[in-house]
């Protein structure tokens, strides 16, 4: 008996995409059997973290890489580097920051839930603009001596500042800009735009368009920057007089105590897999996006009667969605809910639910399930 019965869970149909709530995406035997080999073998962590982040940079053109649990782990290590530099005292501190600066500035349509990776580890959120539009002299007027880094986030739309606007005023008040590019990391391009409209951090998903292990994510930044962010995440239960990290020098002021990220732990299969992920993604950036199953489920979908299919391109992860909407006798949330139960158990995309849309992501499907999508639709809306 497999450990699933065991457990007593019901797997679902995942319409969704590479969502957290759902899990995640499918792995590849490639990033399967990296995750395996790693489970066999013992690292010095600090020795596998650099060594991975100086092939992962080479392989993505970016100046440094650090392999995290997550794109919101990066955020939130990126801000503690702004926030306390290399300072041993500092790094101990958090989220205490007692003296120099601690506000993050964000622009207004900028906020979203993920800002608690900024203010978990003592960053304070400062929101400057209107909710549709940001002028430069509101960036401007903001940035005084408090001011430890400037959030932007890729994907938002309105009359805003663009990322280069916003490293040049920044950069002339001398504060660093971190990107969260958790979602919008491919086309790869998309990696070296961002560096040079001047981005000192750039935050992404490992487990989402990369397809490697849904608890990875990767933080890039200048070489000097990523060894800081591994100060504050390591296991430092070393003695000073043994310990060599950063760069071999035996210096007995130097070793910091367990750091603010230190729950933000990467293990080494995550690493390893997320390494094979990207070599596979940048071999065939097309592998698995899931066309054959979104085409059968459009074609069964568009011979049910009060369903209106719309094929629509995702430009965050560069796939091809479908947008469904039904008979206004039928509500979106009533749907989601008769799709969620029974057999099989089918989650959808709720994003537009508020104008009656439910919508399907192929990138978690595997072979059959886009038909079965459209089977388990055609016959809640006979039944309605």
Not at 247 to 272: F, H, S, W, Y
């Given at each position: 008996?497999?450990?699933?019965?065991?457990?007593?869970?019901?797997?679902?149909?995942n319409?969704?995409?590479?969502?957290?709530?759902?899990?995640?995406l499918?792995?590849?035997?490639?990033?399967?059997?990296?995750?395996?080999?790693?489970?066999?073998?013992?690292?010095?962590?600090?020795?596998?973290?650099?060594?991975?982040?100086?092939?992962?940079?080479?392989?993505?053109?970016?100046?440094?890489?650090?392999?995290?649990?997550?794109?919101?782990?990066?955020?939130?290590?990126?801000?503690?580097?702004?926030?306390?530099?290399?300072?041993?005292?500092?790094?101990?501190?958090?989220?205490?920051?007692?003296?120099?600066?601690k506000?993050?500035?964000?622009q207004?349509?900028?906020?979203?839930?993920?800002?608690h990776?900024?203010?978990?580890?003592?960053?304070?959120?400062?929101?400057?603009?209107?909710p549709?539009?940001?002028?430069?002299?509101?960036?401007?007027?903001?940035l005084?001596?408090?001011?430890?880094?400037?959030?932007?986030?890729?994907?938002?739309?309105?009359?805003?500042?663009?990322?280069?606007t916003?490293?040049?005023?920044?950069?002339?008040?001398?504060v660093?800009?971190?990107?969260?590019?958790?979602?919008?990391v491919?086309?790869?391009?998309?990696?070296?735009r961002?560096?040079?409209?001047?981005?000192?951090?750039?935050?992404?998903?490992?487990?989402?368009?990369l397809?490697?292990?849904?608890?990875?994510?990767?933080l890039?930044?200048?070489?000097?920057?990523?060894?800081?962010?591994?100060?504050?995440?390591?296991?430092?239960?070393?003695?000073?007089?043994?310990?060599?990290?950063?760069?071999?020098?035996?210096?007995?002021?130097?070793?910091?105590?367990?750091?603010i990220?230190?729950?933000?732990?990467?293990?080494?299969?995550?690493?390893l897999g997320?390494?094979?992920?990207?070599?596979?993604?940048?071999?065939?950036?097309?592998?698995?996006?899931?066309?054959?199953?979104?085409?059968a489920?459009?074609?069964?979908?568009?011979?049910?009667?009060g369903?209106?299919?719309?094929?629509?391109?995702?430009?965050?992860?560069?796939?091809?969605?479908?947008h469904?909407?039904?008979?206004?006798?039928?509500?979106?949330?009533?749907?989601?809910?008769k799709l969620?139960s029974?057999?099989?158990?089918?989650?959808?995309?709720?994003?537009?639910a508020?104008?009656?849309?439910?919508t399907?992501?192929?990138?978690?499907?595997?072979?059959g399930?886009?038909?079965?999508?459209?089977?388990?639709i055609?016959?809640?809306?006979?039944?309605?």
């Amino acid at each position: 008996m497999s450990v699933i019965k065991r457990l007593e869970v019901t797997p679902i149909i995942n319409g969704v995409g590479p969502a957290t709530r759902l899990g995640g995406l499918p792995l590849s035997e490639g990033v399967l059997d990296a995750m395996r080999l790693s489970s066999s073998q013992s690292f010095r962590m600090e020795e596998l973290h650099l060594a991975a982040g100086s092939y992962i940079s080479n392989l993505l053109k970016v100046p440094g890489a650090l392999v995290t649990c997550g794109a919101s782990a990066a955020i939130s290590l990126a801000t503690a580097v702004c926030l306390t530099g290399n300072n041993i005292s500092r790094i101990a501190d958090l989220p205490i920051v007692e003296n120099g600066p601690k506000n993050v500035i964000i622009q207004k349509s900028h906020r979203d839930p993920y800002d608690h990776a900024v203010t978990a580890v003592g960053g304070v959120i400062k929101e400057i603009g209107f909710p549709t539009s940001t002028f430069p002299n509101e960036l401007e007027s903001a940035l005084d001596s408090s001011i430890a880094a400037i959030l932007w986030r890729a994907g938002k739309t309105g009359d805003l500042l663009d990322l280069a606007t916003t490293c040049k005023i920044a950069h002339s008040f001398n504060v660093p800009v971190i990107v969260d590019a958790a979602l919008f990391v491919t086309p790869i391009e998309r990696l070296d735009r961002y560096f040079q409209d001047g981005a000192d951090f750039v935050a992404i998903s490992g487990g989402k368009a990369l397809r490697g292990p849904h608890t990875s994510g990767l933080l890039f930044a200048q070489p000097s920057n990523i060894r800081t962010a591994m100060l504050h995440h390591l296991d430092m239960d070393e003695r000073p007089g043994t310990w060599t990290f950063p760069e071999g020098a035996n210096d007995k002021t130097q070793l910091p105590r367990n750091g603010i990220a230190r729950a933000m732990k990467v293990g080494k299969e995550q690493i390893l897999g997320l390494v094979v992920a990207i070599e596979e993604h940048l071999i065939n950036a097309e592998y698995s996006k899931g066309d054959l199953e979104i085409n059968a489920c459009e074609s069964e979908l568009k011979k049910v009667p009060g369903v209106t299919v719309t094929r629509v391109f995702d430009e965050a992860f560069m796939v091809d969605n479908l947008h469904v909407a039904f008979a206004k006798s039928l509500s979106a949330d009533d749907l989601y809910l008769k799709l969620a139960s029974g057999e099989p158990r089918v989650i959808l995309g709720q994003e537009f639910a508020w104008r009656g849309t439910l919508t399907i992501n192929p990138m978690a499907l595997i072979e059959g399930e886009g038909v079965k999508i459209a089977e388990k639709i055609r016959s809640i809306v006979k039944n309605s």
